[in-house]
């Protein structure tokens, strides 16, 4: 039986990657953070204590604190470790860049030299993004594309990205990069823009609300479901040689074609008129506004397009992914109708 630990676990990322494992006879170890409240929705179903998997343990731990980082490694001893815990939204790292980097950029650091000095024989994945390709010199981007991150996110985690590189280089580990573009699903957090959405479609289709408010409709992003890009990040630690992955479904669509598809599939054909901040989609059955631009939702420095050309892992990983965007569309907002009572 092999061990995994999986920091992050308590995420959508995590949650999906230890069902993964867990599927394939791993005994599984997660590091969770110490609140006052319980953060474990996306796992109960997976925890013993809960008539879920025996070979779930959780340990708590935190990227800023070294000395829990060594104690659960030494203590587990993993085969394979997955690095998902981070500050992971974009937007609030802007408000938040001093703490965004000290956990995703700092963080990182902490848990290879502690893995260089516990378990030095452990293969290691590191969550990059495609965020760190920001600016992009090319449409689409893969493992060659330059990187020119555009938020404090981003930057912490092109340091991370680079950290991982060198503990490669320098010490010889195990360790990879997965520059992972945009991926969703119902378990995404309701601060991201995908959530926000699917779950306002829901509570209007439900009638507890009438409209929501986005920030940049423009922009595009290549999205893709989750649970498919957990089983990348498994097969990039199988690969024979440590390596850094593009993975990506290979579409791009706007913030506003999530909407319009969302919107749809909840029985509303939204009609758009006015431009930038004016601009505002409407129910086009009876004309009622739902979709309003809001300019707080603006970030100091946007990034307009991320496409993936992620050839290199369908071809030496192996990967495909089975759900296309229009059906992680209707999958999340499936999701939140139910969660509402609407379906």
């Given at each position: 039986m092999k061990t995994a630990l999986?920091?992050?676990?308590?995420?959508?990322?995590?949650?999906?990657?230890?069902?993964?494992?867990?599927?394939?006879?791993?005994?599984?170890?997660?590091?969770?953070?110490?609140?006052?409240?319980?953060?474990?929705?996306?796992?109960?179903?997976?925890?013993?204590?809960?008539?879920?998997?025996?070979?779930?343990?959780?340990?708590?731990?935190?990227?800023?604190?070294?000395?829990?980082?060594?104690?659960?490694?030494?203590?587990?001893?993993?085969?394979?470790?997955?690095?998902?815990?981070?500050?992971?939204?974009?937007?609030?790292?802007?408000?938040?860049?001093?703490?965004?980097?000290?956990?995703?950029?700092?963080?990182?650091?902490?848990?290879?030299?502690a893995v260089r000095q516990i378990v030095p024989q452990a293969r290691f994945y590191q969550a990059s993004s495609s965020e760190l390709f920001g600016q992009a010199l090319e449409v689409p981007q893969n493992e060659q594309t330059p990187f020119h991150p555009r938020s404090p996110y981003a930057v912490a985690k092109l340091y991370s990205f680079w950290a991982t590189v060198n503990f490669r280089e320098a010490y010889g580990l195990y360790a990879s990069n997965g520059i992972l573009f945009n991926h969703e699903s119902p378990r995404r957090g309701e601060n991201f823009v995908t959530r926000k959405i699917t779950r306002a479609v829901a509570e209007i289709a439900a009638g507890q609300r009438d409209w929501l408010s986005l920030g940049n409709l423009e922009a595009r992003r290549d999205w893709g479901f989750a649970g498919d890009f957990v089983d990348a990040m498994w097969r990039i630690l199988q690969a024979d040689d440590p390596d850094d992955w593009v993975v990506g479904i290979g579409e791009e669509h706007s913030v506003r074609e999530f909407c319009d598809l969302a919107f749809a599939h909840a029985g509303i054909e939204l009609e758009w008129t006015g431009t930038g901040t004016e601009e505002v989609g409407r129910d086009r059955a009876n004309g009622t506004?739902?979709?309003?631009?809001?300019?707080?939702?603006?970030?100091?420095?946007?990034?307009?397009?991320?496409?993936?050309?992620?050839?290199?892992?369908?071809?030496?990983?192996?990967?495909?992914?089975?759900?296309?965007f229009e059906e992680l569309v209707r999958m999340m907002v499936d999701a939140d109708l139910e969660a509402v009572g609407a379906k």
């Open positions: 999986i920091t992050g676990v308590t995420g959508q990322d995590g949650s999906y990657l230890a069902e993964l494992l867990l599927d394939k006879g791993y005994a599984v170890h997660g590091v969770v953070r110490r609140s006052s409240t319980f953060n474990r929705g996306r796992i109960d179903h997976l925890r013993k204590g809960s008539g879920g998997d025996p070979y779930l343990h959780l340990h708590y731990g935190d990227l800023g604190d070294t000395e829990s980082l060594t104690t659960i490694l030494a203590e587990v001893q993993p085969d394979e470790i997955y690095n998902l815990a981070a500050q992971s939204h974009v937007g609030i790292s802007f408000t938040m860049p001093t703490y965004t980097g000290e956990v995703s950029g700092l963080g990182t650091v902490r848990l290879l030299e506004t739902r979709v309003l631009v809001n300019p707080r939702y603006f970030r100091p420095a946007e990034v307009d397009r991320l496409l993936s050309d992620a050839s290199k892992a369908r071809q030496g990983l192996g990967w495909e992914p089975k759900v296309g």
